[in-house]
């Protein structure tokens, strides 16, 4: 049986970023975010949903995540799902899926004032669906499949 697992999220954080350290000294960072969905009722009045995610960012860009980004940040996120199951502190098992990110692009900022490196020198290509920008003006941040253990 044939199986995928893609995430294509763009949203705003809601809060600023939380780096921390494994104890092998590995940089993880949580990026939670608002994913707005507009649609209309069957009455037609204009609805808006909010989906919140998070998704978990390693090593380098984890760092450079967290050096950047802020809260109300926007954000268009590549990853894939992933589930952790653990115990807390109470002795209950505990579980929680999440988006780990293969890749980061900034979005921008209000009043347009934002550091990136250009989009060409990652090697990277703009996501389908996703309007053209100028190479100066975007970035994608990524990190191979070795360096996620």
């Known amino acids: 049986m044939?199986?995928?697992?893609?995430?294509?999220?763009m949203g705003n954080l809601t809060k600023d970023p939380e780096l921390?350290?494994?104890?092998?000294?590995?940089?993880?960072?949580n990026l939670r975010?608002?994913?707005?969905?507009?649609?209309?009722?069957?009455d037609?009045?204009?609805?808006?949903?909010?989906c919140f995610i998070t998704a978990v960012v390693w090593n380098k860009q984890a760092e450079t995540c967290n050096q950047y980004l802020h809260k109300g940040s926007g954000v268009f996120i590549e990853g894939r799902l992933q589930s952790r199951t653990w115990e807390d502190n109470a002795g209950a098992k505990r579980s929680?899926?999440?988006?780990?990110?293969?890749?980061?692009?900034?979005?921008?900022?209000?009043g347009g004032a934002q550091a990136r490196a250009p989009m060409a020198s990652a090697g990277q290509q703009q996501p389908e669906g996703m309007p053209e920008e100028p190479s100066s003006e975007s970035t994608w941040l990524a990190e191979s499949e070795d360096e996620i253990q």
Do not use: C, D, H, W
């Not at 921390?20 to 960072?29: D, I, L, W």
């Not at 975010?33 to 069957?42: E, G, I, T």
């Not at 037609?44 to 909010?50: A, D, F, G, N, T």
């Open 2 to 9: 044939a199986s995928y697992n893609k995430v294509l999220l």
């Open 20 to 29: 921390r350290y494994t104890p092998s000294g590995m940089a993880v960072v």
């Open 33 to 42: 975010l608002a994913v707005n969905r507009k649609y209309r009722s069957k």
């Open 44 to 50: 037609q009045e204009l609805k808006e949903e909010v």
């Open 96 to 110: 929680v899926i999440e988006v780990r990110a293969e890749r980061v692009q900034f979005m921008g900022a209000p």
